[in-house]
């Protein structure tokens, strides 16, 4: 078990608040932190049929088990249980007793937001960040085996291959949390479907060309789509909106939270082939959105990140939006420094000056030098976590 961003957080809403309620998609550690951070709360998981029909059938005898509390793993198996959680928390609010998982975002926080709201604190737990995986006694060496492996601890804990993990990671869990999220029938179908957003990760997300080329209707794409936002496999990036008077692209851009799964679902299998593949760029820039929308959220932050594109070309992959800053992102796969790489923020920069605060320029690519220039700051994809995207 290495240390986790995001435990100071919840050690400290352990303190504030009955009950602490942690999401994000499967296998991302959160019921090996949860039992780290508090060793003293017995675990009850959801996932086993017994327990589940218990919890189910009689939710009053089930809590009763835990009089001074509980882990309950996986609890939007049982999603009516909270509404008796709320009845006992009411009775007796002492901090840090309840603390609930799940892996289905939109099932759990419906059930939270009826019944728990103003007595659970929210956090998500996502796949590793870079200097997370550096606490592992064997860990990626550069910049590809980087993007190769991704963030899933279990492939860093035990050492394992991330070709056979996410081979079964995709049959298990994913296939699995879409017979239990939506009636989806087509398996085979829906896995082309994941495929084909793999290949569109970091681009803007078209759905009439995506229900097209996978040969389904687009309500379904878009139903499909919120099963993969709803498992945390993916995330829509807004387009950014102000008052420039400029035409902004309306569109998201699609983007995965882990690139080993995308390296996986574009069918690479060894970090050489990510040297010359044409999707380099694209996923080197997902690693970077997601890497930083990680860090936020490891540290509390909440939303501010869209991306800019005009209709006539200008375009910024992330910007993040602050009461007293705009920082203004562009992720280069590209080993090598220059002032060329500023090309596309400076365009950006222009129209983004009008705005009443400032706005500053990183540029984050896949060397090892950390420059300070004029146009902004270069940074080395091993270095994104030394920089302050808090705001």
Known sequence: ???????????????????????GPRQSGKTTLCKFLFPRHPYSSLEAPDVRAFATEDPRAFLAQFPKGCIIDEVQRAPDLLSYL?????????????????????SLLKSVSQSLAGRTAVYNLFPLVCNEITRFDKYPGNLEETLFAGGYPRI??????????FRSYVTTYIERDVRSISNVTDIATFQRFVQLCAGRTAQLLNYSSLANDCGISQPSAKAW?????????????PPFHSNLRKRLVKMPKLHFY???????????????????????????ETWAVSEIKKHRSNGGKTGGLSFYRDRNGAEGDLIIESPSRITLIDAKSTATASSSLFSGVRRVRRHLSRLPRPCNNIIVYGGDQLQQRADGNIVPWHKLHETDFQG
């Open 1 to 23: 078990m290495i240390d986790r961003n995001l435990s100071p957080k919840l050690i400290e809403a352990a303190r504030k608040f009955p009950s602490i309620t942690l999401t």
């Open 86 to 106: 709320q009845g006992i928390i009411d009775e007796d609010p002492a901090p840090g007793r309840w603390i609930l998982t799940g892996s289905q975002n939109f």
């Open 156 to 165: 860093f804990d035990l050492d394992l291959d991330p070709v056979d993990w």
């Open 225 to 237: 789509l919120n099963i993969l936002e709803t498992s945390f496999i993916v995330f829509r990036l």
């Open 258 to 284: 882990d690139t080993g799964l995308v390296c996986w679902l574009l069918g690479i299998r060894t970090p050489e082939q990510l040297r010359s593949h044409p999707l380099r760029g694209p996923i080197f």
